[in-house]
Structures are given as C-alpha cells and as structure tokens.
C-alpha cells in the first residue's frame, strides 16, 4: 500500500450539531482554518458561529443541503478547503461523495469508497467478513427480496428476528420480529424507514439473541499498511436500537477476550483496505462468543470514552492519517486508564414514549463548580447553547456528557452528579431518563444487554412515589417562583386573598403530572404558614400529621438551598409553568403545583380530536375514513428526526376525517383527524 502526503491548512466541515463543533475544536487545536456548511434552519446553529467561515447549503431538508454533494464541493472550492470531514450521519459512509471529492482533488477525512461500498451493503459484508475468520450471526444477507422468501427465511432462521435495513444505520429501518405474525407489518414499516432515510428498501434479517451485550472495537488504519485497535466500548443500554448510555472498557472484559475480538476488528478493517478510524460492532453473548455485527467506516458518536481511557485524540488522529502520516501509536504503545461513561442528551419525552421535543432552548448550562467536580474528569460536547433553537428536522440528540474516574463506581458516581448539575431548559429532554438508568441498581451491578431498558420497564418507568422531603421543597420553590413574579421578597405580600394582619396561610395541592388533568387531583396538600425572622423567610409546612420548618436561599443560577428542621439540602430547581422541578445526585422529582383556591375548573380535552405530538411529516395513512376501528388500532404513521410513530385509535369508534394527507408537513399541535368513539 502506497501513501501520498496530502497536507491541508483549511479543513471544511460537513456535518452540524455536536459532532461539527467537535470536529473543529481539534482542527483549531492543530491550527488549520474551519469552514462549516448549514441550512437555513441552521443559520444561527452554534457550529456556523464558532467556525472561521461558513457557507449556505440550502433549505432546511436535509436532501436540499447537508446531503448534497455539489453543494458541499461548491462550498469547499469557495473557501480553498484542502479536505472535508464528514462527523457521522448524512454524507459520512457515502461512497460517490468520495469518488466525487477524489475527482475534485479534496482530501475525504475518512476510509477510501471502496471501503465504505464493502461494509455499506450489509449482505455483502457478511461475505467478506466470513472470509477474514471473524464470526457471523446465522441470517439471511441474499439479494432476494420477495416478501414470501423473507418470510420463509425468517421462519427457517426462528423468531425472534432483527429485521435490518442493509444499507442502513442507526436503528433506523430496524425492527425485532417476534412472532410470524408480525412479520409483514413489521417488513413495510421498515422499508419505509430504510427508503426515508437511505432511499434504500433492501432488507437482511438476523437472528436475534435474546441476551446478548453490544461491545464494538475501535480500530484505526493509515496508508502505510498499519492497524490497530483502541480498545473495545460497551454500548448495550438501547432504545429501539440506538444507543443511549455507552462506557469504556467493557465491564467483565478478561485480557485474552479483549485481545480476541481486537484482534478480529482490525482483521475485518484489514480485509476491506481500510484506512481512518472505524468500529468494528460485535454482539457478546453470555459465553463469551462474539459475533461480528456490522462496521460503521466513520467516527462513532461514543468516540469520547475511548478517548478518556487511552489519553488520545482520535479526530488528530483522523486528520494526520488524511495527510498521509502513519498511526502515532502502534499496538503495544496503547493502554487504558480508568474506566469512563458517555450518556446522550435527547430533545424527547421518555414519559410520551420518547416523543421527539422541539422548542427554544432557555437555559444550557452544567455547573461544575457548583457540583463539585473536576472539569478535567467531565466533558460536555454540544451543539447548542442557551438560546438556541431545537428543530424537527434533524435528529434530536443535544449533546453528549462523559466522564472519566479511576474505576467503573467512580466514573459511575461522577456521571450521576454531572447529570445533576446538568441544567436544561426550554425543551424537554431525557436527562431524568438517563439519571434513572445510570442510578438503576442493575446498570451498577453490570447486568447488562440489549434489552436492559425493555427487562427494567416497569421500574425505569415506574410510578413515583413522593417523599415528605420532595412535597415540602416542591411547595417551597413553587412560592419562591410565586414571590419572583409578583417582584416580591414574600409571597405573603401578595394581595390577591391574603392580609398581613390576617393569619398567613397557604393551601398547595400537589401531585404526579401524570395525574395534573384531574381537577381534584392532589398526591399531598402542603399548608404553609409564613413568618418573617431575621430578615428572613421562615415557613411551618404542614403535610398530613408532620409540621416542618423551612427555608429556601437562592444560590447560583438555579441552584438553591432548602433547609428543613435544620437539615440543608442543594439542589437545581426551578418552577416550569406549573410543574416544579428539582435535581440532585440522586435523581430528579417534577410535581405539579397549584394552589387550591386557584384550580382551573375548564373543560378537559376530549377524544374527539388527534393532535400532532411533535412537528413532523405524514408517511402513511393507515385506514379509510368512515372505517371501524377498535382501541389501539394503528391510524396514521408520522415521522419526525428520522423516526416513524405511529397513531393509534384512543377508543372504539371510527375516523371522521383526517386532515392531512401523506407527505403533509405537520405542526405540533395541529388537528390530524376527527375521531369518533362509540357511544
């Protein structure tokens, strides 16, 4: 293998959110220029404000601008970048983006096409990774595809199956086939996905291992014919196939396993001429068998906890591999220190069914100082700031939070107070979601597979349950609020039915938020009676049988201090609208606040309407108008940040009408269909 210096002084960056600035927080580090690319839904995106330059694609669908090749060449020529790096997702495993910049003389940070052809069809993949010796998963890779023979395949191979999309990633045109029942509808749905995101319907199926851990190696080649493996990264805690939590090293990881499936990952990287980072993704049964899975030819989105534990840069590396330098470390060269955790921040609700959220983000900011922790030990790659705007039309994820500790408990307890501290506002995100997941006695105890969020449902997801503690901060911080807007150091100097000379009383009926469209609803009645001492407010909380006395000090930002019967507790807390939210290292509490002279007696939404629950696009309607249909039954499918949700029926009836069509742009909030339930 032959290598060519290809040195470059601009680097043009072809990718938004996180990963862009990432990207260009090493090539600045290195002293080259920055160039970054946007759409118009990006134009004031942090990643186009923190590069030298920046240079419109197009409209704000992805296919008029990020996934443009011309467009993106046409902006390289403009600002003399000598190279694009692609992140991950849109052009990253294209391979005509990379015959088209060989052709135009632009250096492509990342494997050859050749390379990303051989593990980009998954089927044929499979062929060349049998011929390297490394371990396949028994399933179908054919290029067949008659509905009848992939059922047929799949029954051969037994249920349950991973239907995959073959030129996919992502989890996305990925579903688990449980039964031959569903196999069809799950078939359709997929192809719809794959054809969305890939403008592929090309299926492969698998068989699905019950209990089986995702660990995928990091492997880096150069052009000089050398390769090695940067060690291996647990990303098991999946939802509908996207990875959520990941960590590095992989627990229970004995050396001669390790060296194993390292061993296997660069023989697979070898096999296809590879060259630039890639990672080689196996899934690890119980007894210690592997199998390959499939080889992602770009950085991954984990990259950050290999770089924690080997002390390395792995986008340097990347871009000194691109000018034709060989790999800075050889195999012996590397080891691992500590153990490190990276969870992904998401703009969606876990109690909607992970819904995708959009809105302005009011408040981005993690209060290291605050919490304690060392900002050597803790990293926030992000693509947004306070201020920012998430959209519906890219993927949803806003930043990645990793940490490092000496050990896996260490690093753990880390990751639990830097979530903590970790302060989001304005849109809905899965924070409290991933504090559940990494205090969740399971995940500490390293029981780990594919299916961890499925076997943990019902206690990740289980109803709370309140302590007098969290009722009594709740009441507090909803009266601070109450005290802020009316410009007041009390809220005992409001006039709307309090008198100072009166007694100094408040009702506050609290609940689950779940439970806030019940008029009467109410988990815990807290009855406050204020007091002025020292300057100072002191309040008697009364809840059932147990009084307490209470105080709340502003600290910084959201931080505050509320002190009962002496015992002082910080935490982050704030009031949004109604609901009073409180974070600490143990987790995060939300109650609905409302004071009992103040509840809102209007009428409740009925069933007669279906809303959108997110912006998005109308893929399919799935019954005719007029149709009985039964609870549950599927109505209408959408798709949003790359992910399709379905629409089912609230009850018995049948649908009056739907006001969209397939392939209708819809708003949060919009009416979709007229729903008649049965009387």
């Known amino acids: 293998m032959t290598s060519e210096v290809k040195k470059f002084d601009t680097l043009l960056v072809a990718n938004r959110g996180e990963i862009a600035c990432r990207v260009m927080r090493t090539a600045r580090a290195m002293g080259l220029r920055t160039v970054a690319v946007y759409s118009d839904a990006d134009a004031n995106a942090r990643h186009v404000r923190e590069a030298d330059e920046a240079i419109r694609l197009g409209p704000a669908a992805a296919r008029e601008s990020y996934l443009k090749v011309e467009a993106v060449i046409e902006a390289a020529r403009r600002t003399g970048a000598g190279a694009i790096h692609p992140g991950y997702g849109f052009l990253s495993e294209n391979g005509a983006f990379v015959e088209a910049l060989q052709q135009a003389g632009i250096t492509f940070v990342g494997p050859p096409a050749s390379a990303i052809a051989a593990m980009g069809d998954k089927s044929a993949a499979k062929e060349r990774m049998s011929h390297a010796g490394v371990p396949l998963v028994p399933g179908y890779h054919g290029d067949d595809q008659d509905d009848a023979l992939l059922k047929t395949e799949a029954d051969k191979i037994g249920y349950p199956v991973l239907l995959k999309a073959s030129a996919g990633g992502g989890g996305k045109g990925m579903r688990v086939v449980e039964s031959p029942e569903g196999f069809q509808a799950a078939l359709e749905g997929c192809r719809r996905e794959s054809q969305s995101a890939f403008g592929d319907q090309r299926m492969l199926i698998e068989k699905y291992l019950t209990q089986p851990r995702h660990v995928e190696v990091q492997v880096f080649c150069d052009s000089h014919g050398n390769g090695v493996y940067l060690f291996e990264r647990d990303c098991s805690v999946q939802r509908r196939h996207q990875k959520v939590l990941e960590e590095a090293p992989a627990p229970g990881m004995s050396a001669a396993l390790r060296r194993e499936m390292g061993e296997a990952a660069v023989r697979a990287a070898k096999e296809i001429g590879y060259v630039g980072a890639g990672t080689v993704e196996f899934l690890l049964d119980a007894d210690g068998s592997f199998f ?78 605050g919490a304690g922790l060392d900002p050597a030990k803790v990293r926030l790659d992000s693509g947004v700031e306070t201020g920012d705007e998430v959209s519906m039309h890219y993927d949803p994820m806003l930043a990645k939070l990793i940490v490092h500790g000496d050990d896996r408990d260490q690093a753990l307890a880390t990751l639990n107070r830097a979530l903590a501290a970790l302060d989001v506002q304005g849109v809905v995100t899965n924070r409290a979601f991933l504090q559940r997941l990494a205090t969740h006695p399971a995940f500490k105890a390293c029981d780990l597979d594919t299916r961890f969020i499925e076997r943990n449902e019902e206690t990740l997801f289980a109803p709370r349950r309140y302590s007098i503690k969290e009722y009594a901060g709740a009441a507090l911080v909803g009266l601070n609020q109450l005290a802020r807007e009316c410009e007041s150091d009390s809220p005992w100097d409001r006039h709307d039915g309090f008198r100072l000379n009166a007694p100094h009383t408040i009702r506050i009926a609290l609940c689950d938020p779940a439970h806030a469209k019940d008029d009467d609803s109410s988990d815990a009645v807290v009855v406050v009676d204020g007091t002025r001492e020292r300057g100072d407010a002191l309040w008697q909380l009364t809840i059932g049988d147990e009084t307490l006395t209470a105080s709340l000090q502003h600290l910084e930002g959201d931080a505050v201090a509320v002190t009962l019967n002496g015992h002082r507790r910080r935490l982050q807390a704030r009031r949004d609208g109604n609901v009073v939210v409180m974070v600490d290292p143990r987790g995060e509490t939300r109650l609905f606040w409302r004071r009992i002279d103040a509840i809102d007696h209007g009428q409740h ?73 049965d009387e």
Do not use: C
């Open 292 to 369: 390959f899975m499939e080889m992602n030819t770009r950085l991954q989105v984990e990259h950050p906890v290999t770089e924690m534990i080997t002390g390395q840069d792995l986008v340097e590396w990347q871009l000194r591999v691109a000018m034709g330098e060989r790999l800075p470390l050889a195999q012996d060269e590397l080891t691992i220190t500590g153990h490190s955790f990276e969870a992904r921040l998401y703009a969606e609700d876990p109690e909607q069914d992970f819904l995708p959220a959009t809105g302005v983000l009011t408040r981005f900011a993690l209060d290291l100082e």
């Open 605 to 677: 939404e009925t069933e007669s309407t279906l809303t959108a629950p997110m912006h998005g696009t109308v893929v399919a309607l799935l019954v005719e108008e007029g149709q009985k249909v039964e609870k549950g039954m599927p109505l209408m499918v959408m798709e949003a940040m790359k992910m399709e949700h379905t629409m089912s029926a609230p009850a018995d009836g049948h649908v009056a009408s739907f006001h969209f069509q397939a392939g209708d742009t819809v708003g949060q909030g919009d009416v979709l269909l007229e729903f008649a339930p």
